[in-house]
């Protein structure tokens, strides 16, 4: 039905939903295609075609594009995902209606909502004929994830129930209704990562991490409404709706005065709660002007106190998140969450980023633990991608160069990620790895599989769609990035992981080995880059760095420190 799908990312976020753009597009488009093209009654399709033919982003995007990168973080992007993705695009269309009803949304994505454009009555029945295109979806999709896909529905429709009938609630229940929101929003998460998970044979994220990842994730949802004023954009005032949020309880926590003002706002508006929409827009209008110095006194105080406060919490929400996230998926938790937290560097407030950059540094070493330990330190291992050569007729000397790389990273307890070929310095640093005891991931196209050119000893093997998404899934994996030897290809996947760098796109080491001056025509011409000004000598240098032999390289990852990124550099 539909020639060309255009598809607006949430270009809001950076960091991952930036990196992935290029690699999921084609998957979420015949997906969309697959929604647009099934048969509907003819009663239903003006409707229809309003929430997911004329709309440029899906809604809720951002989990959708959750569940294809845990995919690919837990072994690979499969066909059961893919199956799977019609299914879960229109049950966030779902969500969507239903969220945009219960808090009388006007604009989503800078349209009118379903419910202000048809009226609440319309919303109703189209819900419910939603809710059945999803079930005849479902049906074609893995028994894993139909199940996750009807306990989803029906726990996040029961919440948004308990939501409409506990608007502007007395102080004495904020907390649990604070809960109750960090709830909902642990729901959608939990939902789209761990029913990933569940297609490639893995475990569920424990609780604690799902808790703390939806704390982060709604409070800098709520912290964005509150900086950037989305009521002067149309969409609602989380005061003004009666919606409790951690930098209103935390400047109550400070200024225990405010809550009375609070009480004396939400007076006003309680007797809306069983207003028609019609009546809803005419005395909600009223109400606001009646009240702007209230809203505003508290709205400064949030500013004051909340904001910053709720930035100190997302630093220790960080810390336990990762700690008790398994450690073969917390690269990718990692830069999930923090992706999340950079959207808050748009919003431009110098307090709260110098807050927040510390969820972007490395922990510190503890010196003194480490040597009492003995020459081999005990840390967590690290996933180390490693770009080189698949050529077998270069010069031996590469060849053991290669080798005695993966002899290092087994020897230190960390890990290899590489392209998964057998030949060239490719197969020689996997091959050395594995003799040596360590761990070897391997990430090929989908259309290597099954050949000779695989190696075919690797721990863990990862096919994605394409070359592209081969790139994007070793980024992923990788805690560090070593360049080899190599050529066009190798240059390709080291420049691209450079400039994903230099656009805050992650903060990850990347060594080039430098042996016999092999890279030095490479940073002559990035000295010729700055000279020129095509980049920045300043901010730029820093992001990569040159090794002469492997004792450099590893000195360097292991008194790595992520350089400050500033916000601009032009």
């Not at 808090?103 to 909502?113: A, F, I, K, V, Y």
């Not at 028609?276 to 009223?286: I, P, R, T, V």
């Amino acid at each position: 039905m539909t020639a060309s799908i255009p598809i607006q990312f949430p270009n809001q976020f950076r960091g991952m939903f930036q990196r992935v753009e290029s690699t999921y597009r084609p998957l979420l488009v015949d997906a969309l295609k697959k929604v647009h093209e099934a048969p509907i009654p003819t009663e239903l399709r003006p409707f229809f075609d309003h929430v997911t033919v004329e709309s440029p982003q899906p809604s809720f995007m951002l989990i959708p594009l959750m569940f294809l990168a845990a995919a690919e973080a837990s072994g690979g992007i499969t066909p059961r995902h893919i199956e799977a993705l019609p299914a879960m695009l229109l049950s966030m269309e779902v969500t969507a209606i239903a969220d945009d009803t219960v808090d009388r949304t006007p604009m989503r994505s800078g349209r009118m909502s379903f419910p202000r454009r048809f009226g609440e009555a319309s919303a109703t029945p189209f819900t419910g004929a939603l809710l059945m295109l999803m079930a005849q979806h479902a049906r074609r999709c893995p028994p894993e994830f139909g199940d996750a896909l009807l306990q989803y529905v029906l726990r996040i429709f029961s919440m948004f129930l308990w939501e409409r009938q506990n608007t502007y609630p007395e102080q004495a229940t904020f907390e649990h209704w604070l809960s109750q929101r960090y709830a909902a929003t642990g729901v959608a998460t939990a939902f789209a990562i761990d029913s990933a998970l569940a297609l490639n044979g893995r475990a569920p994220l424990p609780t604690s991490v799902v808790d703390r990842f939806s704390y982060i994730f709604q409070d800098v949802d709520d912290l964005v409404g509150l900086l950037e004023r989305r009521d002067e954009q149309g969409e609602n005032d989380d005061l003004q709706m009666g919606i409790v949020t951690r930098p209103l309880l935390l400047s109550i926590g400070q200024r225990p005065e405010l809550g009375t003002l609070v009480e004396q706002l939400w007076k006003e508006y309680r007797p809306l709660h069983s207003a028609s929409l019609m009546e809803f827009q005419q005395q909600h209008a009223e109400i606001c002007d009646r009240t702007r110095f209230l809203h505003d006194r508290l709205r400064q105080a949030m500013l004051e106190i909340g904001v910053p406060a709720a930035a100190r919490c997302m630093l220790e929400d960080l810390r336990v998140c990762l700690e008790e996230t398994p450690a073969s998926i917390r690269p990718f938790l990692r830069e999930l969450t923090l992706s999340i937290i950079d959207r808050l560097h748009r919003c431009e407030d110098p307090e709260l980023n110098r807050i927040l950059e510390e969820c972007f540094r490395e922990e510190p070493r503890d010196e003194a633990a480490l040597s009492a330990q003995g020459p081999t330190p005990a840390r967590e291992p690290r996933t180390i991608c490693v770009y080189c050569s698949s050529s077998g007729i270069v010069e031996p000397a590469w060849f053991e160069l290669a080798a005695a790389l993966g002899t290092e990273i087994a020897r230190r307890g960390d890990r290899l990620v590489f392209g998964g070929g057998n030949t060239g310095l490719m197969g020689a640093v996997a091959h050395a790895t594995r003799e040596h005891g360590g761990e070897v991931i391997s990430v090929i196209p989908e259309v290597m599989r099954g050949t000779p050119y695989v190696f075919e000893q690797s721990t863990e093997l990862i096919a994605t769609r394409d070359l592209r998404g081969r790139k994007a899934a070793m980024e992923m994996r990788a805690d560090a990035f070593v360049v080899l030897p190599g050529g066009f290809g190798t240059l390709d996947e080291a420049l691209e992981i450079i400039a994903s760098k230099q656009l805050h796109m992650h903060r990850k080491p990347i060594v080039f080995v430098n042996a016999k001056g092999f890279w030095e025509p490479l940073t002559a011409l990035f000295e010729h880059l700055f000279k020129e000004r095509f980049a920045s000598a300043q901010h730029h240098r820093h992001i990569y760095h040159l090794a002469e032999d492997l004792a450099g390289v590893f000195a360097y990852l292991d008194t790595y420190v992520p350089p400050p990124f500033p916000a601009k550099w032009f």
